[in-house]
């Protein structure tokens, strides 16, 4: 088995939650909406664990033919212009509000920006260092922009800075946008606890070192987050440092658990749908995306194609909640038939 068939399985998982939860066409279950504000719920890993991932890939990347910064530069514009063209067909089709950012130009400005960093640095001492002193920066931002209550919606730097950079009239709702430009230090930062674990796996160590390695970090980043919570909230939306401690101790467990349980060859098949998703991840987001916007566009009795094709289906399957969410579930078994056709033919579309 292919050494790194753990990373496309974590790459997978962080893809099969993105399309699952953009995907309701009705009510579902809590969990599977982001956090209002404050708090963690399922759907709020899908984001940081890709990050997460991007900063792993990049470590496997950097070993094997270190990029150049034509190559990073090209890639970062590829990314923000993909998000721009999925923000304008939402902005023609379906008459959202044109935004500047999105998830793809998240990732754009912080797979460069924690790829100059790992490159500049170079060891994983500095960039763990690093990557401490962005998470204190950005924690210490709020506190000063807002002594009182650092945190409060539509009047934290987070929103200060984008409102006066992008505009209010760019963003999600018209004090704030998930996906804005001064989040790009914290996630940043996530991307580099990424980096250093992809250092952990391609070091020539046996592989219950690197398991061990891992989940020790999952431990020391699960304190520090914890412990970071008596000073920050925890929040998606802001992307917070004690949520990026928190979220990457997760990934780090995860990562160390797919280590173990796909150390064997028989395990590949148990794992194989959510590989092939990962294989290709940024390309099936962007699809999936896409695919919502057509279906969303679409207009059937008045309705979009996407709410009729559930009415017509499995609406009211048991309850509202479950019904919902196994239609999410179908969607995600689409893309993943998808994946396994495009992994038949041996196809790799790098964005």
């Not at 998982?13 to 953009?22: F, L």
């Not at 099936?284 to 017509?312: D, M, P, T, V």
């Amino acid at each position: 088995m292919n050494r790194f068939f753990s990373i496309d399985v974590l790459r997978g998982v962080a893809i099969a939650i993105m399309i699952i939860v953009d995907a309701p066409p009705a009510i579902t279950y809590q969990i599977l909406h982001h956090a209002p504000w404050e708090g963690l719920t399922f759907a709020d890993f899908a984001f940081p664990g890709f990050v997460f991932a991007m900063g792993i890939s990049a470590a496997i990347s950097v070993s094997r033919n270190k990029p150049d910064a034509k190559k990073i530069l090209k890639r970062t514009i590829i990314l923000f212009a993909l998000g721009i063209f999925l923000n304008a067909l939402m902005f023609f089709f379906l008459n959202m509000p044109f935004r500047i950012f999105g998830i793809l130009q998240r990732l754009a400005l912080t797979y460069a920006l924690g790829i100059f960093i790992a490159l500049i640095l170079k060891t994983d001492r500095k960039i763990f260092a690093a990557t401490f002193f962005l998470l204190i920066f950005y924690s210490t931002a709020f506190k000063i922009y807002a002594p009182e209550n650092p945190f409060e919606i539509g009047k934290n730097i987070f929103d200060a800075i984008d409102t006066s950079i992008i505009g209010a009239e760019n963003l999600l709702t018209p004090t704030h946008d998930p996906e804005g430009l001064f989040g790009t230090i914290s996630s940043a930062a996530q991307m580099l606890l990424g980096f250093i674990a992809g250092q952990i796996l391609i070091e020539k160590k046996s592989i219950n070192y690197k398991i061990y390695l891992l989940a020790s970090c999952a431990g020391i980043f699960a304190v520090s987050g914890w412990l970071w919570t008596f000073s920050d909230i925890i929040c998606k939306n802001l992307w917070t440092s004690a949520f990026v401690f928190l979220t990457s101790a997760v990934e780090f467990l995860l990562l160390a658990i797919l280590l173990r349980l796909t150390e064997k060859k028989s395990a590949e098949k148990f794992f194989k749908p959510l590989a092939v998703l990962g294989k290709n991840p940024l390309l099936y987001f962007f699809c999936s995306q896409f695919g919502l916007i057509f279906f969303y566009a679409w207009k059937i009795e008045n309705i979009s194609a996407w709410r009729w094709i559930f009415q017509h289906t499995i609406s009211g399957f048991v309850s509202a909640e479950f019904s919902s969410m196994l239609f999410c579930l179908i969607w995600l078994v689409i893309w993943i038939f998808i994946a396994t056709a495009f992994d038949k033919l041996n196809l790799i579309i790098k964005i």
